[in-house]
């Protein structure tokens, strides 16, 4: 008979059971000051690089300041030093060079620096009833209907005829226009509420207000419009044909800030990735003496499937280990083989909101640390490089002997959805690869909501990932 004071089906359950708890439980007072303080310079990260372009700038800026120097395929590199090679301006690499012999392998952490939003068309100039336009495309997977009626500003870069290149950012300083895209009011939307969610906005119908103002009082056609481009000649020296050759994107015109009574968490446009792609870069940059070589990718593209000579499914990554692999006489394919890479990318937090999207037991939580999923795809696991249990199992002891507070997360229902990430195009390339990154509330919108908890334990996994 079991002694009365004893419960063995709790001890048992203790021994046997898995057991999950809030990350903020899990963390000193200290190390929660350690996460207010990161997140400040995630704040300001993100709201200086909403583009690709900015981003590259950005991190150039924090890794130049950190010792980086442009990659020279032809010189002689040694451990500690630090190197970069930027792609085209919207990917960049960075190296840290390890003490241990780079045919043994490089330990990768890839992330991507661009997001949903709406980019100009080539011939984005219009005016109706008296009003300006710009007629838009929008880029990666949005949810149209969530593009109305907030502020955006255009960033980016358009070439002139006579050769140079114009950067563009209007709508983020004090004191600068905003543009608009609008939407019917409620009084008059009633045949509008009959459309599905998914048209309540359609794509031909994201054009965005730029003026209303004519030129002269003049008996010609598209004054208004004429009044815009004066404004934008006058300004940039840009003609309507110059906009031929831009790259021109419309972001929300809000800053990052703290989400939350207790201001534990954070809004803002472009969470994926920079959530992943900041704790990339900063855990490279503290990365001092590495045994590996370690390196840091932020990709273009991956919202509109890695496509493009800026994408992860281009030869860019493979290209610059194969010249890191030649420094050291060194087989390319041979390193990459030997290679191991953590994919840093969002996943969907469980919104108890839409819980019947998710299946809670899988799901990631906000607060519950960096998530670490082991597949992605959808309908069968389709488009994944699904990790092996061997290397799950790596990447998860690592994660418990260095006390980083991580879950494990599966981004919704089966069959309810799906997603993927670069993951599939590095593991090509006979990398060992897993995905790791931040939950996201509402991703993909205008304004996501990430837990600082979370961007915290990302920067440290891939810092002990780098460092062990
Ligand atoms: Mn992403
Ligand atoms: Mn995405």
Redesign the pocket.
């Known amino acids: 008979m079991a002694d009365k004071k004893t419960n063995p089906s709790k001890e048992l359950k203790e021994k046997l059971f898995s057991k999950r708890k809030n990350g903020w439980l899990r963390i000193t007072a200290e190390e929660k000051q350690t996460v207010a303080d990161y997140c400040e310079g995630y704040k300001a990260f993100l709201n200086a690089a909403k583009t690709e372009r900015e981003a590259v700038v950005n991190a150039l800026v924090l890794a130049k300041a950190h010792g980086y120097k442009e990659f020279d395929r032809n010189a002689k590199y040694c451990a500690g030093d630090k190197v970069y090679r930027v792609n085209r301006g919207k990917t960049v690499m960075f190296a840290c060079i390890g003490s241990e012999d780079i045919a043994d392998g490089v330990l990768i952490s890839a992330a991507h620096i661009d997001s949903p939003r709406l980019d100009l068309k080539q011939h984005p100039f219009y005016e109706d009833s008296d009003i300006a336009l710009l007629k838009t495309h929008y880029y ?1 997977g949005i949810r149209k209907y969530q593009w109305p009626t907030i502020p955006l500003a255009l960033h980016g870069s358009v070439l002139r005829a006579d050769g140079e290149v114009i950067d563009i950012k209007i709508g983020e300083d004090e004191g600068d226009p905003r543009f608009v895209v609008s939407d019917l009011l409620p009084h008059l939307a009633s045949e509008q509420n009959k459309r599905n969610l998914p048209d309540g906005i359609t794509g031909e119908e994201l054009n965005i207000i730029v003026g209303s103002c004519p030129f002269a009082d003049d008996p010609e056609s598209e004054l208004v419009k004429l009044n815009v481009l004066n404004v934008i000649y006058e300004k940039y020296g840009l003609t309507e044909d110059d906009f031929i050759s831009a790259e021109l994107e419309a972001v929300p015109a809000f800053a990052a800030c703290d989400i939350g009574f207790d201001r534990s968490m954070i809004g803002s446009y472009g969470h ?2 920079r959530v992943c792609a900041y704790p990339s870069l900063t855990a490279i940059l503290e990365t001092e003496a590495p045994k590996k070589t370690v390196i840091t990718v932020l990709a273009d593209k991956e ?1 509109t499937g890695s496509d493009g000579n800026t994408g992860l499914n281009s030869d860019c990554l493979r290209n610059f280990v194969w010249d890191l692999a030649r420094c050291f006489g060194a087989d390319g394919w041979n390193v990459l083989e030997n290679s191991e890479c953590l994919s840093a990318d ?1 996943n969907a937090a469980y919104d108890p909101t839409f819980s019947s999207a998710f299946e809670s037991r899988n799901s990631s939580y906000i607060g519950y640390g960096v998530v670490v999923t082991k597949y992605t795809g959808a309908r069968g696991k389709s488009g994944t490089s699904d990790a092996s249990a061997e290397y799950t199992g790596k990447i998860r002891n690592l994660l418990d002997s260095k006390g980083v507070v991580w879950q494990t997360g599966e981004l919704g229902k089966v069959d309810i959805g799906g997603g993927g990430t670069v993951a599939k195009y590095i593991a090509s390339m006979g990398v060992d690869v897993i995905d790791i990154g931040v939950p996201v509330l509402s ?2 919108s205008p304004f996501e909501t990430v837990s600082k908890l979370d961007v915290w334990m990302t920067h440290r996994a891939i810092y002990e990932f780098f460092n062990r």
């Open positions: 990666g994926d990735d919202e969002v991703m993909h």
